[in-house]
């Protein structure tokens, strides 16, 4: 009270102020709470997508506000990274201002402890006791180490202090988990893209956005050796290596050198009997000038390749140029060859089609299609091979594709399926194609190509009256030319085009009637060129044909009919190819681990200690009285009050039975 | 020697740990012993250091356990018994499983489950029962119970273990790996922790409350059993054939499953909390005093949060294998963050801020929620590296 007024209280120090601030709990508190929410936007916001996919979704306005409070990538968002930053600040401040306290409370026994504070604790009791002093100290220090509690005595004077302690552990579980998450954040930060962004900022780097081969990306869009930490991506194929590898970064990517190249000399993919892929393995092969002979090692998930600070990874494969050779069939008139193309996956083949010229550019190759089966014992069934590729016309409109170069099983008969859409976003719509007896698409094509042969046309509608009732009023010459234009007319607009031909040209009560009498035209003279085409193999159809024949015909009109809206004018039938993967690794370095791994261990150590090895503590004082001695037993414990509560009790009987007796 | 020194002597000799041990823990460490000799002996040639370590490890716990815990011993050697005997009556393959009388009703995993449901079910049913009647002898039946249940359960996964092998040797797996065999996982540990405090704090009218979360997962089990077919044992996808999973989801389900406990407990504080206002011989008075259920609390979501940091730390050693980094702020990832970073806040507001009662209950309640987004909401709302539970 003296000292008070005698000496002025003095202005706190600024320091101390921001000391108190920085490492106050209510700032951690508020951290910790900031940091979740700031996690709960990154996850409901799907994170690095395509900026064109934000736009499509938020609309211009909004996508400008998100792209300022960086929420396309908030975990490296510079605000993100801010409350990190001050978390570190604040758990080391914290550390710092704590730690030594609780180091010492660790070595200390709290020996001058005074008399009326171990009387005020809520685990205290008192004895009169006709024993010598020395006596219930020996009694004590048997009793304490028994019940694991480390015991020191003083003497002074005419009392005597034993003091326990057990459970130092806590105190030292403190300063590990608040040490672990200033290492593991720093370790964080440094294998986070914070020193890239920092490097953008200052105009040191800019992304590439445009998709050019890696030896033509620009000086300012690559990382050198020098770069700490970073994870990318390269796709091998096999045979090929690479040293260098891609980081997504923002719209575009970044060209990441390596000190080494990495070969794929193999990839492989195996398969549970059910058809599930079961593992993804490359052989690699890492040439590195510091190495005598190259580093061999087989890779797969799970399984990376560590070297030299750098992991390697099997992350995904793609085709990596299987060469594939494509046998086109015509599905118009006018051009009748077939052709046979090689192509190699990737590339693009300028070809003349029907007297336009076309671009296709062949994307994909699968070796396994593994699709779920109809068939109920199974679940999954293995469709074959597949390719897919896109057509551009000289407009430079595109239709994709997607061919499957076995024949699949559909109720009983075997169709050669290609499916075709016009954007990504949707679903293939499929052509089948009926395979014909011979296992090829020998039939079809011949089928086709009479039916687009004015020749054989007017020769088959001449042979015979093709309507069974007699004509109204033209004469049969014109009425053989309608059947020619009507016949055209589906092979050149498919079933919808006569259909909207009715539509224009009949009154609206005769449409049903005309529209059904055109189908059965057409039937008629489609049967009847399929007739010629069987002819044509040497069918012998004057006693009918069979139902596979008459199924045949069914699918082949039903094809012919969709043909209009199929978009090529060729079918590319997958004939042979030699397949070649390429295996996506992914490489990573992240020196931070060093720091993170380290940091965890201590982490689980400390929260273990802390929860499991509270620090409890147990005084005896022991003063001589007239009658013998007096002694106050108290007890504290940093937590699990109620425990330890029971445990002091536990104590006190057993002092009570020995010291009693 | 004088009488007090002699007190001593008796005293000290009195409490000692060893002395303390029975016929009964003795004979415990040795069928222990004797079963980890059997199985290193046979199976040590199919053993890495790691399983090694792990099977030594392992029987030294469960002696352990036992010794402090009694009723562990008839557990283990239940579900050692039932699953044997399950495992033993499968003779020609998985098709045994509609056969065999033994394994149709009782064995097969599918039927060991649907037992573990029904009688988690009932189990929550009686300690209501027990809770409303206030009978002693009704909540020690719902205890066995819930012993019942949970040996149950254990003998499922056991046997779906081995059907696993049943389908082919390269698909055979142990059973943590989608969301069906979590959720029964989630049930039994869940169950045990409750029982383990039950047994410590010697009350069992917490029971129906606790049993309550379980009685939704074994609903949420059924509905997905029968409605998507999620019974059927599929081969790992590459990313899951790892050890880690053996370690990392086991580790993360006591978390779950403390956390769980938390809340229901919690339930229980704020039902007690109001009574104390009014009637003092309200039902609701029966229920463990404030600063028992406060306790409780505390030491559930410590565990808790103790095996929670563990299994994250576990799931990011494992990320750093197979995903190429140790973390990817994948969605499960960032929602273990948030449940982790929830329960720190928690832990600090009461063991540096001191605060107790009534708001920590409620953020308990609320913490439950959080954890069941992290455990469910991430798989049924958002996409990301975790997608194997998928609903």
């Given at each position: 009270m003296y000292k008070q007024s005698a000496e002025p209280l003095k202005k706190p120090k600024k320091s101390a102020v921001w000391l108190n601030f920085l490492g106050s709990m209510n700032l951690a508190i508020t951290l910790l709470l900031a940091l979740s929410i700031a996690s709960i936007i990154g996850t409901v916001l799907q994170q690095n997508q395509p900026y064109t996919d934000y736009v499509i979704k938020f609309g211009p306005f909004w996508f400008e506000i998100f792209q300022q409070l960086g929420l396309y990538d908030v975990y490296s968002a510079s605000w993100f990274l801010l409350i990190l930053f001050f978390l570190v600040v604040s758990t080391s401040t914290c550390v710092y201002r704590n730690a030594p306290g609780m180091l010492r409370e660790m070595r200390e026994y709290r020996q001058s402890i005074q008399l009326e504070t171990l009387q005020k604790m809520p685990n205290s009791f008192s004895w009169q006791l006709k024993r010598s002093l020395d006596e219930v100290q020996q009694v004590a220090q048997q009793i304490l180490p028994h019940n694991g509690f480390s015991a020191r005595t003083t003497v002074t004077g005419s009392f005597r202090l034993v003091a326990g302690m057990k459970g130092a552990g806590s105190r030292l579980g403190y300063v590990l988990t608040h040490v672990a998450i200033v290492l593991i954040c720093i370790g964080g930060l440094i294998d986070g893209n914070a020193i890239l962004k920092a490097k953008e900022m200052l105009g040191q780097i800019v992304p590439e956005t445009e998709n050019i081969p890696a030896n033509e990306v620009p000086m300012i869009s690559r990382l050198g050796l020098d770069n700490l930490s970073f994870r990318g991506s390269v796709s091998v194929p096999e045979g090929s290596q690479s040293n260098v590898l891609f980081i997504n970064y923002k719209e575009g990517y970044l060209v990441q050198g390596l000190p080494f190249s990495i070969e794929v000399k193999d990839f492989r993919i195996e398969h549970y009997a059910s058809g599930q892929p079961k593992s993804f393995e490359s052989d690699l092969l890492l040439h590195d000038p510091r190495l005598a002979e190259p580093l061999e090692q087989t890779i797969s998930v799970n399984h990376p390749l560590i070297y030299d600070g750098y992991s390697i990874y099997q992350a995904s494969f793609s085709d990596g140029g299987s060469n594939l050779e494509l046998q086109a069939w015509p599905l118009s008139g006018g051009d009748n060859q077939q052709q046979t193309l090689n192509v190699t996956v990737g590339d693009d083949v300028q070809i003349n089609l029907a007297a336009q010229p076309w671009v296709l550019e062949t994307s994909d190759f699968r070796l396994f299609n593994i699709n779920p089966s109809q068939?109920?014992?199974?679940k999954f069934q293995n469709v074959g091979p597949s390719v897919q590729f896109k057509m551009r016309d000289k407009t430079g409109a595109a239709k994709e594709f997607l061919n499957y170069m076995l024949p699949i099983e559909r109720a009983g008969a075997y169709y050669y399926l290609s499916g075709v859409r016009s954007s990504p976003a949707e679903e293939f719509r499929y052509l089948y194609i009926p395979m014909d007896e011979a296992g090829g698409l020998g039939r079809f094509n011949t089928f086709l190509r009479l039916l687009n042969d004015q020749d054989v046309l007017q020769k088959v509608v001449a042979k015979q009256g093709i309507l069974d009732q007699p004509l109204p009023t033209k004469d049969s010459a014109q009425f053989n030319q309608a059947m020619l234009k009507l016949v055209e007319l589906f092979m050149q607009e498919g079933i919808d085009g006569v259909m909207s031909q009715v539509d224009k040209n009949v009154p609206v009560e005769k449409r049903e009637e005309v529209a059904q009498l055109y189908v059965r035209v057409l039937q008629q003279i489609l049967g009847a060129v399929y007739v010629e085409v069987l002819a044509d193999e040497g069918v012998d159809t004057s006693l009918g044909i069979d139902e596979k024949k008459a199924a045949f015909f069914d699918d082949a009109s039903a094809a012919i009919g969709a043909i209009t809206r199929y978009g090529s004018p060729v079918y590319f039938q997958l004939v042979n190819f030699e397949h070649k993967q390429a295996s996506g690794l992914q490489i990573a370095k992240a020196p931070g681990k060093f720091l993170v791994y380290p940091g965890c261990a201590m982490l689980i150590l400390g929260v273990f200690l802390m929860f499991y090895a509270p620090q409890q503590r147990l005084w005896l004082r022991l003063q001589e009285t007239k009658e013998g001695v007096s002694i106050v037993f108290a007890g504290h414990s940093e937590r699990n009050g109620l425990d330890f509560a029971g445990q002091f009790r536990q104590i006190q009987a057993q002092f009570e039975r020995v010291l009693t007796t | 020697m004088t009488s007090i020194q002699a007190a001593l002597k008796n005293e000290l000799e009195r409490d000692s740990f060893w002395k303390g041990l029975n016929l009964f823990d003795w004979l415990w460490s040795i069928v222990i012993v004797v079963s980890t000799a059997y199985a290193y002996t046979n199976y040590a040639p199919l053993m890495d250091v790691y399983e090694k370590v792990i099977l030594v490890a392992s029987s030294v716990s469960l002696i352990v356990l036992g010794w402090h815990w009694k009723a562990i011993r008839q557990l283990s050697l239940s579900v050692f018994v039932l699953s044997l005997f399950g495992i033993s009556r499968y003779v020609n393959g998985l098709a045994d499983a509609e056969v065999d009388f033994f394994l149709r009703f009782l064995v097969s995993s599918q039927s060991a489950i649907m037992w573990m449901s029904a009688l988690y079910v009932l189990a929550t049913v009686t300690y209501f029962t027990a809770f409303i009647m206030r009978s002693d002898f009704t909540a020690k039946v719902a205890s066995a119970m819930t012993w019942s249940a949970t040996t149950m359960g254990f003998v499922g996964l056991m046997v779906r273990w081995r059907e696993s092998y049943l389908i082919g040797l390269d698909v055979g797996h142990i059973p943590v790996s989608n969301l069906y065999e979590v959720f029964i996982l989630f049930s039994i540990i869940t169950a045990l922790l409750y029982l383990f405090y039950e047994r410590r704090y010697q009350t069992r009218v917490l029971g129906g409350f606790v049993l309550l979360v379980i009685s939704a997962a074994v609903a949420f089990l059924l509905w997905y059993t029968f409605d998507r077919q999620a019974a059927d044992i599929q081969p790992l996808v590459p990313a899951l054939k790892s050890y880690w999973m053996k370690i990392h989801v086991p580790a993360n389900f006591i978390g779950y499953g403390a956390f769980a406990l938390a809340a229901m407990v919690a339930v229980a504080y704020l039902i007690r909390f109001n009574a104390e206002k009014g009637?003092?011989?309200?039902?609701?008075?029966?229920?463990?005093?404030l600063d028992v259920l406060d306790d409780l609390m505390y030491k559930s979501i410590a565990l808790g949060f103790a095996f929670f940091t563990l299994a994250t730390i576990l799931g990011a050693l494992w990320a750093a294998e197979a995903w190429g980094g140790y973390w990817s702020w994948d969605p499960k990832e960032t929602w273990a963050l948030i449940v982790w970073l929830n329960y720190a806040a928690w832990l600090h507001m009461r063991l540096t801020k001191g605060w107790r009662g009534k708001p920590m209950a409620a953020w308990a309640i609320v913490g439950l929620f959080v954890t069941l987004f992290a455990f469910l909401g991430v798989n049924m709302f958002l996409s990301g590296l975790h997608s194997y539970g998928e609903l």
């Open positions: 068939d109920p014992a199974k | 009637d003092s011989k309200s039902l609701a008075m029966t229920l463990p005093e």
